[in-house]
């Protein structure tokens, strides 16, 4: 059974920093494709961006490219988004989701993790 669990989402004012983690148990996180989609207030869940398994391919949604990073840490079982610039119309719910190389879709996914960004 593989679970995700996300953390490090809160109030923060418009242009500050927030760091969000994904915590994937099991011993085959380093065999998954890793990705941050959100759901913003009446909007259906988007993609934001994805890393590869070995971290060396990443790509984003135009929305957040060069605001937002995606990392992993496969030692730690960790996926990481850092989120910089921050503007009202990055709040949203924020889930991480897994699928490996023979999956069409993501397979599993967290149960998500709140970000509000002020004004």
């Known amino acids: 059974q593989v679970q995700l669990v996300e953390s490090g989402g809160g109030l923060v004012q418009a242009g500050g920093s927030l760091r969000l983690s994904c915590v994937v148990s099991?011993?085959?996180?380093?065999?998954?494709?890793m990705g941050w989609f959100r759901q913003p207030p009446g909007k259906e869940r988007e993609f934001i961006t994805a890393?590869?398994?070995?971290?060396?391919?990443?790509s984003y949604a135009d929305s957040v490219k060069g605001r937002f990073t995606i990392s992993r840490d496969n030692d730690k079982n960790t996926v990481y988004l850092q989120m910089n610039s921050l503007k009202p119309e990055d709040t949203a719910v924020y889930f991480c989701?897994?699928?490996?190389?023979?999956?069409?879709?993501?397979?599993?996914w967290g149960q998500g993790t709140q970000v509000t960004v002020s004004s």
């Open positions: 890393i590869r398994r070995s971290g060396g391919s990443t």
């Open positions: 989701a897994a699928r490996s190389d023979y999956d069409r879709s993501y397979r599993y």
């Open positions: 099991g011993r085959t996180f380093s065999s998954y494709t």
